[in-house]
Nanobody, 122 residues
Framework: VQLQASGGGLVQVGGSLRISCESS????????MGWFRQPPGKEREFVASINCYGGDRNYADSVKGRFTVSRDSFKTMFLQMNSLKPEDTAVYYC?????????????????WGQGTLVTVSS
């Protein structure tokens, strides 16, 4: 499956942004999916994940209560980001793996999108 992330941009501290990940084929009920991010000069890190049905979700502690991952019934996953902070600045990547079990591990995913840049300015 091919993935394409979009919706990144420049936002002020405290603002909101929603990014999307569109798949080349149906992923609902077939693929678990996740969001990862790579801040400038740092390693790629887990942000959020969602199982193939959309009912089981995990979040990194740094985004709990501020970010919400969701997916539609066909092939798009979303990440709603509220109360954004400068430390949320990063390239955000979406990932997918066939199956329903949700994972927080980067190496559990074998399909990756190209990334979308989110910049939070103070």
């Amino acid at each position: 499956v091919q993935l394409q992330a979009s919706g990144g941009g420049l936002v002020q501290v405290g603002g909101s942004l929603r990014i999307s990940c569109e798949s080349s084929e149906r992923t609902s009920r077939a693929y678990a999916m996740g969001w990862f991010r790579q801040p400038p000069g740092k390693e790629r890190e887990f942000v959020a994940s969602i199982n193939c049905y959309g009912g089981d979700r995990n979040y990194a502690d740094s985004v709990k209560g501020r970010f919400t991952v969701s997916r539609d019934s066909f092939k798009t996953m979303f990440l709603q980001m509220n109360s954004l902070k400068p430390e949320d600045t990063a390239v955000y990547y979406c990932a997918a793996v066939r199956g329903c079990g949700v994972s927080v591990l980067r190496n559990a995913y074998n399909n990756w999108g190209q990334g979308t840049l989110v910049t939070v300015s103070s």
